[in-house]
C-alpha cells in the first residue's frame, strides 16, 4: 500500500517491480518530506513528468503523522496537472461566462406582426429610465440572469398596443384597461413593454411597478389635521422623484397654469412641472400636494399623452396593512396618494390624453382582492354574495384584456434567446425545446424556470 | 440604543418588536400603540423622530408598566396573604392556587409561584407612592434612620 510510511529498510523488503515506484515516489517528495507521503505524490509520480515539482506546494506536512487522506493541494497546481482535484475547478456546465446578448430595440416600429417571436430590447433611452422605478420582483430575476434586458413581442402585444396607440387622443376614463391572466402569463411584462412603447413616442408614464408596497406599511404615515386620510410623506416624496427623473424633458416644457400654495411653499404662475416635483422630491411634508397639483395639471394636458401603469393593483382593493388611531385597517381610500392612483384607475379623475394600464399578480398571497377578482370574473362566487360597497365602487368601467400563454413561436423566440443567453446546461436542441414547452404548458414563467433551473 | 423608562431599546429592531421588551407590553399592546401613534409597522427605533419618541413616553408613563405593575401584582398577592385567604396560603407555599391537582403536576407552580412574596429588588419607577415592603437604604442611612438603638 504505497501510502503507508516508507522507510529504506522496506524499500529493500519490497519485491523486484515495486522498487521504481518506491523510487519514483521517493524522487516526487522534496527531501524535507521523505517521511511523509501522499496519494497525490504517488499517483503523480506515477505519470512520468518533465516538469520538476515546486518543493512543498503540494505536499502537506501533517504534524507526526503520514495522514494522507488529508490531502491540501494547490488549486492551480491542480488545475495545470489536470489529476486528481477537479472539485477546485468550476463546473463547466454550470459556471458558464455572461455573454450579452445581441437584440434588436423595442421600437413603436419593430413592435409589428412580422416580429412576433423576436426578442428585442429595452432601447437605450427607456433603460437607465426603468432603472429609477426598479422593476417587478420576480421578472427582475430573469432580467439578471440574462443580459440586456429584453422581453418577446407577442401577438397580444401587437394587439394590446394597437389599443393604446388608440387611446392618445382620448381621455383616460374611457381606456382604463386591466391586464389578467394566470400566474405567471406575462402580465407584468407586457406592462413593462407598454412602459417601454409609451415612454418611446413621448408620453408622459408614471410607473408603479410594486403596488403593494404602498400599502403594506413599509412608509411611514401620518394623519392629516381634522381629516379621516393619512398622508405617506417619504412615499410621496420618492415617486416624486421618480416620475421627475423618467419624464425630465417632456416635464420642463410643461408649466402650471395658476399660482398654487403647496404646504410652506408658495408655487408662482408659469413654473415647469419638473421643477414642481423638484421641489415636492426636497420636501418631504408638501410632497403628497405636489403629487396632486402635478396630477391636475396632467389632466388638462392636450399636447402630451400621459400614461398611468400600475402593477401588483390587486393591494389597492383590499385592506391595507396601517392602522387608523383606533386599531382598525384601513381601506386604501383613506391614504392619499393611493386614493389620488384610484381615483384614475375608477374613472372618477380624468386625464384628458391618455391611458390608466393596470395589472393584477399574483404572487403574494397577503395582496389577493377578492373584490377585484370577482368583479374581474376570475372568481365565481353566488350572486346573493355581498361585497364590500366602499371597494366595489372603486372597480367599475374597467376593460378586461387577458394575457394568454406562449404560443409555439412566440416560445421557440424566447427559447433561442435563452440559448443565445447561455443558460442551459445541456445542448439547446429541438427536443429540448419540445420538452420544456410541453412540461411549462407554455406558461411563461414556468418555461423560464424549466429552462433556467431544469425543473 | 434608545433608552426609554428604564428600558433599552435596540436601535435595529422594528418598534413593534421592541415595545414587548417592557414588563406589561405584548404583541397586541404594542400594536394599539403604534396604531395610537400612526406609527408604521415596520419602522425601525432608530427611524423614530424626536416628537414621536416623546408620544411613546409620556404614552408609556399613562399605563401602568414595569414597576408600576409589579407593584400592583404584588400588592394584589399580599392582599390574599394579609387576609388569611387559601389563596393567599397557596402562594406562600408554592403551590398551585386554582384548585389544580397536586398528585401529578404541579411543576410551575412549585418553580414559580412564591416569587411575588419575597423582598423586591430596587427598580426604576415612575410612582410616587412608596411599597408596602420598606426598601432598604444605605447602611449609613439605615443606622441613622432607625427608631431603636
Not at chain 1, 418611446?200 to 381629516?227: L, M, R
Amino acid at each position: 500500500m504505497a501510502h503507508r510510511l516508507l522507510s529504506s529498510s522496506t524499500l529493500l523488503l519490497l519485491p523486484r517491480t515495486q522498487p521504481s515506484l518506491a523510487a519514483r515516489v521517493k524522487a516526487a517528495v522534496p527531501v524535507q518530506y521523505a517521511n511523509y507521503v501522499t496519494a497525490s505524490s504517488v499517483v503523480l509520480a506515477a505519470k512520468p513528468k518533465p516538469k520538476p515539482k515546486a518543493g512543498g506546494a503540494k505536499v502537506v506536512q501533517t504534524k507526526g503523522r503520514a495522514n494522507s487522506f488529508r490531502k491540501k493541494i494547490s488549486a492551480d497546481e491542480d488545475a495545470s496537472e489536470g489529476s486528481i482535484g477537479g472539485s477546485s475547478r468550476q463546473n463547466e456546465k454550470y459556471y458558464k461566462p455572461v455573454t450579452p446578448v445581441k437584440v434588436e430595440e423595442f421600437l413603436p416600429s419593430t413592435v409589428t406582426k412580422e416580429n412576433i417571436g423576436q426578442v428585442l430590447g429595452f432601447p437605450s433611452n427607456v433603460l437607465p429610465a426603468l432603472n429609477h422605478t426598479g422593476y417587478p420582483t420576480l421578472l427582475n430575476e430573469q432580467f439578471n440572469l440574462i443580459k440586456p434586458t429584453a422581453l418577446v413581442v407577442r401577438e397580444s402585444t401587437v394587439n394590446f398596443l394597437e389599443k393604446i396607440d388608440k387611446a392618445m387622443k382620448t381621455p383616460s376614463a374611457q381606456s382604463r384597461l386591466v391586464l389578467t391572466g394566470r400566474s405567471g402569463s406575462g402580465k407584468s411584462a407586457m406592462l413593462l413593454q407598454t412602459v417601454s412603447h409609451c415612454l418611446s413616442s413621448g408620453w408622459v408614464v408614471i410607473y408603479v411597478p410594486k403596488a403593494s408596497t404602498w400599502v403594506n406599511s413599509s412608509f411611514a404615515y401620518n394623519k392629516v389635521f381634522d381629516s379621516t386620510t393619512f398622508v405617506q410623506p417619504t412615499l410621496a416624496s420618492n415617486i416624486a422623484s421618480q416620475i421627475n427623473s423618467i419624464n425630465k424633458r417632456a416635464l420642463s416644457k410643461i408649466v402650471t397654469s395658476g399660482a398654487v400654495k403647496v404646504g410652506r411653499h408658495e408655487i408662482a404662475q408659469g413654473t415647469t412641472l419638473s421643477a414642481l416635483l423638484e421641489m415636492g422630491t426636497k420636501d418631504p411634508s408638501a410632497a403628497q400636494d405636489v403629487m396632486e397639483v402635478f396630477m391636475k395639471e396632467m389632466n388638462s394636458q392636450n399636447t402630451i399623452p400621459t400614461l398611468i401603469a400600475v402593477d401588483e393593483v390587486n393591494s389597492f382593493f383590499r385592506q391595507t396593512q396601517y392602522f387608523d388611531q383606533d386599531g382598525k385597517k384601513l381601506d386604501p381610500e383613506f391614504l392619499r396618494l393611493p386614493r389620488l392612483f384610484l381615483n384614475y384607475i375608477s374613472g372618477k379623475s380624468s386625464l384628458n390624453h391618455g391611458a390608466v394600464v393596470i395589472a393584477t399578480s399574483d404572487s403574494l398571497l397577503e395582496n389577493k382582492s377578492e373584490v377585484l377578482d370577482i368583479v374581474l370574473g376570475a372568481k365565481q362566487v353566488s350572486p346573493y354574495y355581498r361585497l364590500p360597497p366602499n371597494l366595489v365602487s372603486w372597480t367599475e368601467g374597467l376593460t378586461r384584456f387577458d394575457v394568454p400563454n406562449y404560443t409555439r413561436t412566440e416560445a421557440k423566440g424566447v427559447f433561442d434567446y435563452y440559448k443565445k443567453g447561455n443558460i442551459f446546461f445541456d445542448a439547446a436542441t429541438e427536443s429540448l425545446f419540445l420538452n420544456r414547452f410541453i412540461i411549462s404548458g407554455g406558461n411563461p414563467r414556468n418555461f423560464f424556470t424549466a429552462c433556467a433551473k431544469g425543473i | 440604543m434608545l433608552h426609554l423608562l428604564g428600558v433599552n431599546l435596540p436601535d435595529q429592531k422594528l418598534v413593534q418588536y421592541a415595545l414587548p421588551l417592557f414588563y406589561g407590553i405584548g404583541q397586541k399592546t404594542s400594536l394599539k400603540i403604534l396604531a395610537a401613534l400612526s406609527i408604521h409597522k415596520k419602522c425601525k427605533v432608530s427611524d423614530l423622530s424626536e416628537s414621536q419618541v416623546t408620544q411613546l413616553s409620556s404614552l408609556l408613563t399613562e399605563m401602568t408598566i414595569e414597576s408600576d405593575l409589579r407593584k400592583q401584582i404584588r400588592a394584589n398577592i399580599m392582599h390574599h396573604r394579609s387576609i388569611g385567604t387559601y389563596v393567599g396560603r397557596r402562594h406562600a407555599m408554592g403551590l398551585p392556587v386554582r384548585g389544580q391537582n397536586t398528585r401529578n403536576n404541579a411543576k410551575t407552580a412549585r418553580r414559580l409561584n412564591g416569587r411575588w412574596l419575597k423582598a423586591e429588588r430596587k427598580e426604576y419607577s415612575t410612582a410616587t407612592t412608596r411599597s408596602i415592603i420598606p426598601t432598604p437604604d444605605s447602611p449609613f442611612e439605615s443606622f441613622f434612620n432607625r427608631n431603636w438603638f
